[in-house]
């Protein structure tokens, strides 16, 4: 089954982070991303830009409305994100622990709901 890993953390923590420790952080993702490649279970995985650069798209009466950043202050913001290949709960769970950013932030697990691929859709 597949499963969204969202990583969480707070953006100003990077920013207060030496060097040094960005690059050990980096390479840890480096390491974490072929590990799980190897074994068959990355499908797919990117860091996000900040949140400033988000714009959040509503339509109000067929009109497209445009909002800078997203609207909910929080601690932390989603950051990046795995797809990955689990076969249950439990082993997405223990992938998501492994992700570096869960010793400072926290990883929301979201199965993926099953849908038709785009072809079949009114076939």
């Known amino acids: 089954m597949k499963y969204l890993l969202l ?11 030496s060097e ?3 690059g050990k ?32 798209v509503r339509v109000k009466n067929g009109k497209t409305l445009t909002t800078d950043g997203p609207f909910a202050e929080t601690r932390e913001q989603l950051g990046g994100f ?7 709960l439990d082993e997405a769970i223990s992938l998501a622990a492994r992700i570096p950013s869960a010793r400072h932030g926290s990883i929301e697990v979201r199965p993926i709901m099953p849908t038709p691929a785009p072809a079949t859709i009114g076939a």
């Open 7 to 17: 990583i969480y953390g707070n953006e100003g923590d990077w920013a207060t982070m």
């Open 20 to 22: 040094e420790e960005q």
């Open 25 to 56: 952080s980096y390479q840890e993702y480096m390491e974490y991303t072929q590990d799980i490649y190897k074994k068959g279970q990355y499908i797919a995985g990117e860091a996000l830009q900040p949140i400033a650069t988000a714009t959040t």
């Open 82 to 88: 795995y797809m990955v290949e689990a076969k249950d």
